[in-house]
């Protein structure tokens, strides 16, 4: 993207697209910059490894058809989940429903729900038949009953996966990634010195080792990652192909 085909949209211009039953989508596409400069090395997020012997790190790097490679930097489902929570605050929580989710005596706003409306803390609460009711409508075309009790839960999507209707997906309105391309992990060297010799200071010479080392009484030092399930792996885009962030908002009516 070029500054000279960059300009302002306004409200109005966004409001048209969004009413226009001509317009499927409305995509904005940003190249972004780490915040220590493009030879600065970005960490992404970790994802769970497929299995206990997998010697690469978790991060989502997929290879493409045209030889290069991509990874992600934030999901769709964590940026969404980050941005809900801001109709808590006082300026914008007029403008929601104010649902609270009590089991026992614990409260929690549907806000604050990481699976919105289909979440299985709903599941658990007295109120859970009327929002299933309300869900099972929009399976059936029928969105008006969910807008009124979880409109979030259109803007922002969700998945059903455990319910009685684990076949409704709603994809949300607004959804957004951050993707790297032409990445490569690089490794991140770690070390850590005791400051008290453990062994010989509090243990004693007959404590082996190892256990030491498991409780983090003994001194580290490695290359790659630093723990069972804690990568040190880090990650280096190529400067020619920036990092790169694209919304995407679906017109009403369209899915």
């Avoid at 490894?49 to 045209?66: G, H, K, N, R, S």
Wanted: proline share 7%; with cysteine.
């Amino acid at each position: 993207m070029n500054a000279s085909n960059v300009r302002n949209v306004s409200v109005e211009e966004m409001e048209n697209w969004i009413t226009d039953e001509n317009v499927i989508a409305v995509v904005v596409e940003e190249q972004l910059e780490p915040a220590g400069g493009w030879r600065f090395p970005v960490k992404p997020p970790t994802f769970g490894a497929l299995d206990e012997e997998e010697t690469t790190p978790p991060y989502c790097i997929d290879e493409l058809p045209d030889g290069h490679n991509v990874c992600i930097l934030d999901t769709p489902a964590s940026a969404n989940n980050r941005r809900e929570p801001i109709f808590l605050r006082e300026e914008f929580k007029d403008l929601v429903p104010k649902i609270q989710i009590i089991i026992n005596e614990k409260k929690k706003s549907l806000l604050e729900l990481p699976h919105r409306a289909a979440d299985v803390m709903i599941k658990c609460s007295k109120g859970h038949s009327k929002i299933a009711e309300a869900l099972s409508k929009y399976l059936n075309g029928n969105a008006w009953p969910l807008a009124e009790i979880a409109p979030t839960t259109l803007v922002f999507g969700a998945w059903d996966s455990r319910g009685e209707n684990s076949n409704l997906k709603i994809s949300g309105v607004l959804r957004s990634c951050t993707l790297a391309y032409d990445v490569k992990p690089i490794h991140m060297p770690f070390q850590y010195v005791p400051p008290v010799d453990y062994k010989s200071e509090i243990f004693g010479a007959d404590k082996p080792q190892k256990k030491l080392s498991e409780m983090g009484f003994d001194g580290a030092l490695g290359v790659g990652w630093g723990g069972r399930n804690d990568w040190w792996w880090n990650m280096h885009a190529n400067r020619s192909k920036p990092l790169r962030f694209a919304g995407i908002w679906h017109s009403r009516g369209r899915r």
